[in-house]
């Protein structure tokens, strides 16, 4: 059982450049997440995705887009990458019902020159 | 106010000890709680959840949670140092899909 995946684990990118982060689940949760952790610091929310076809901003949605392609996928995208960017990113999901539980990625470590 | 406040640390503690997680929150819809643990490096992980007022216990980990006061907190007895780690607070609001995390308290346990 995978659970969630993200790709890339890490990516270095230089001021300006865009990116797509990707998040897949193969749990058939309802719900999806992105999150942002900076060093030392909480999570942040970034976007969230309650279900399919639908998306929401978070606490720090500003200069990141969000696409729930299906069920499975909520993507990530740095239109123009800043070095205030540089963060370690988390997808995670949730049933959205019963099991309360967050399954999380891995993790994308992302810098930005 | 920040949605979810929780004292940042380091909190130090002697092997052994009990340590004190704090967590308020300001949503007073809220009606779930939740506590993840977070090694270095690694992706969080549920510990604790609780959704009732009172406390509730599991092995060395009790959370406790007053829904007036709006605060939930973590008590860990006999410390160990595999306990060394970051705690997030995390209840869940009114808007039940909209998951905030506090800021973390860092815990280590010192030898």
Redesign the interface.
């Known amino acids: 059982n995978a659970g969630v995946t993200q790709t890339p684990k890490f990516q270095v990118l230089k001021t300006g450049q865009s990116m797509t982060l990707q998040c897949a689940q193969d749990m058939n949760h309802n719900s999806m997440y992105w999150y942002r952790q900076d060093p030392g610091m909480g999570l942040r929310l970034i976007y969230y995705s309650a279900s399919e076809g639908t998306t929401d901003k978070g606490e720090v949605p500003n200069g990141y887009n969000v696409s729930r392609l299906n069920k499975r996928e909520f993507s990530l995208r740095l239109e123009s990458a800043a070095p205030s960017q540089t963060s370690v990113y988390f997808c995670a999901s949730w049933k959205g019902q019963g099991d309360e539980k967050l399954f999380f990625g891995s993790g994308t470590q992302l810098s930005v020159l | 106010q920040k949605?979810v406040e929780?004292n940042?640390g380091p909190l130090s503690v002697p092997e052994g000890a009990i340590a004190s997680l704090n967590c308020t929150y300001s949503d007073r819809g809220s009606q779930?709680f939740?506590w993840?643990r977070q090694y270095s490096g690694k992706?969080?992980?549920?510990i604790m959840?609780i959704y009732s007022n009172g406390d509730k216990e599991d092995g060395r980990f009790t959370a406790q949670l007053n829904k007036a006061s709006q605060y939930v907190s973590l008590l860990i007895r006999d410390s160990q140092p595999s306990d060394s780690a970051?705690y997030?607070c995390?209840p869940?609001g009114s808007s039940a899909?909209?998951?905030?995390?506090?800021?973390?308290t860092?815990l280590s346990i010192r030898p």
């Open positions: 949605e929780q940042s779930s939740f993840y992706s969080p992980e549920l959840s970051t997030l995390a869940r899909s909209k998951i905030i995390f506090g800021s973390g860092r």
